[in-house]
């Protein structure tokens, strides 16, 4: 699940489904594993025109199997595509192509493969396996969902099954479901760490942190030095405004991990809302090191630079996070005001009027926009601009004094 423009970013994500990439690099393995199995025993066609196309067909299926043992997948496809010019509904060219292909970086190519075999083979449960796996390697998660449905029923205790059911409730945004079917997956392996680190990520999604604690107990007893769960628990406490905490989560995911993604960034995030302006500059500046285009990490060392009156120092990184992410509303302010400082009033226009078309609530921009606006001779509309953000700065209010009554 992608997350949203300008928010802070963690180890997820996303980019979710913005999947991971290990979790994808286990769905490979996946495949691996049936590739064998399927070649393994491959389904010669009961009836053959001729002795002679029979003993051709089995050829074909068989030097493709050890083509696909060896992972010559151009070899095994070519291989494949011949048996299937003398059987065009084997099952066994049929999955094996698809297998290929999906090895090959070409899911969706497979889809079709397994949907021919389907036709003429409905209840074959290897092809229905390989069929949503595709899916779900396409990133078609609602389809991959709606085969792994029954599936799960009728296999109530199969891992993979349970796993991949639960990962594209995750895609989809079904986040209680797909909690329910990561639980059920990792009572069948509960050592399995990548489930667990999902079905944590689930909770959080869904902020029911009672259950997140005992996702995260888990990870604990599986893994003591995972730096994914410590993020994990450092956001849940920074969404229950529990900075202290969430800092302390952090530091652990560092001494666990120094390199894994997030963390220096997240730890820089705590220290920045907590005004340590220095502690943060040095977090960002090391996940910087290790992630270059990271556009949070550039994004606020940015501001905090700004804020040093360093404009030239702070323009590229507002830049590097904008490459990344062109419509992160803090960046483009960051770099209209950023434009301003260096007196480039012509320069800001442009990005704090695109942060404004982005987020038309976003009273900052408005207000900087009048300043430049007003330095360039335009005074009637940077009269306008600055009208707008005191509006908008007193309906936030306003509303603000609404919640707080209700409450």
């Given at each position: 699940?992608?997350l949203a ?8 994500e996303v980019q979710v ?8 690099a286990?769905?490979?393995?996946i495949?691996?594993l049936?590739?064998h ?5 491959p ?11 029979e003993?051709?067909l ?14 010559d997948?151009?070899?095994a496809?070519?291989?494949l595509r011949?048996?299937l010019?003398?059987?065009p ?7 094996n192509?698809?297998i290929?292909?999906?090895r090959?970086?070409?899911?969706a190519?497979a ?20 069929l949503?796996?595709a899916?779900?390697?396409?990133q078609?998660?609602l389809?991959?969902?709606?085969l792994?449905r029954?599936m799960?029923?009728k ?8 796993d991949?059911?639960?990962l ?14 990561l639980e059920?997956?990792?009572q ?12 944590g ?10 259950a ?5 107990a888990?990870i604990m007893?599986v ?19 529990n900075?202290?905490?969430?800092i ?8 666990a991990?120094?390199?894994f993604m997030g ?6 995030f705590?220290?920045?809302?907590e005004?340590?302006?220095d502690?943060a ?9 290790h992630?270059?285009?990271?556009p949070v990490?550039?994004?606020i ?8 009156s ?6 590229p990184?507002?830049r590097?996070?904008l ?13 209209g ?24 609530d976003?009273f900052?921009a408005h207000?900087v ?5 007003r330095?360039?001779g335009?005074?009637a509309e940077a009269?306008?601009?600055?009208k ?6 007193e309906k936030?209010?306003a ?9």
């Open positions: 699940m992608p423009p300008g928010c802070k970013l963690g180890p997820y489904p913005q999947k991971p990439v290990r979790r994808i286990r769905i490979c393995a495949w691996l049936i590739a199995g399927v070649a393994a025993h389904q010669v066609p009961p009836d053959p025109q001729s002795n002679g196309m003993v051709q089995h050829t074909y299926l068989k030097d493709a199997a050890e083509a696909m043992h060896k992972g997948n151009a070899a496809a070519e291989d011949l048996a010019k003398i059987d509904h084997s099952l066994a060219a049929l999955n192509l698809g290929v292909l999906a090959m970086g070409r899911p190519e889809i079709p493969l397994y949907e021919d075999a389907l036709e003429f083979n409905p209840d074959d449960p290897s092809t229905k396996r390989n949503a796996i899916y779900f390697k396409a078609r998660y389809p991959a969902w709606r792994l029954p799960a029923a296999y109530p205790t199969d891992f993979q099954i349970l991949l059911a639960g594209s409730l995750f895609a989809l945004d079904r986040y209680r479901e797909a909690a329910g079917y059920r997956a990792n069948v392996e509960p050592s399995d760490l990548e489930t667990l680190d999902m079905l990520k689930a909770y959080l999604r869904m902020k029911d942190y009672k997140l604690t005992s996702a995260f888990r007893q893994s003591p030095n995972s730096a994914s769960a410590h993020i994990m628990m450092a956001t849940a406490y920074d969404e229950m405004s900075r202290p905490e969430a302390k989560e952090y530091q652990a995911a560092n001494q991990d120094p390199n963390v220096h960034s997240g730890l820089g705590e220290y920045w809302r005004g340590e302006n502690l500059e040095k977090e960002f500046r090391i996940e910087l090191q992630f270059p285009s990271d990490s550039n994004c060392l940015g501001q905090i630079l700004l804020n040093k360093q404009p030239a120092d702070a323009e990184r507002f590097a996070a490459a990344v992410n062109p419509r992160y509303t803090e960046a483009l302010f960051g770099l005001k950023t434009e301003l400082a260096l007196q480039h009033p012509q320069a800001a226009v442009e990005p704090l009027r695109k942060a404004i078309q982005i987020n038309p976003y900052e207000f926009l009048g300043t430049v606006l330095q360039l335009q005074t009269a306008s601009e600055q707008i953000a005191l509006e908008i700065q936030n209010r509303a603000a004094i609404k919640r707080n009554e209700s409450h």
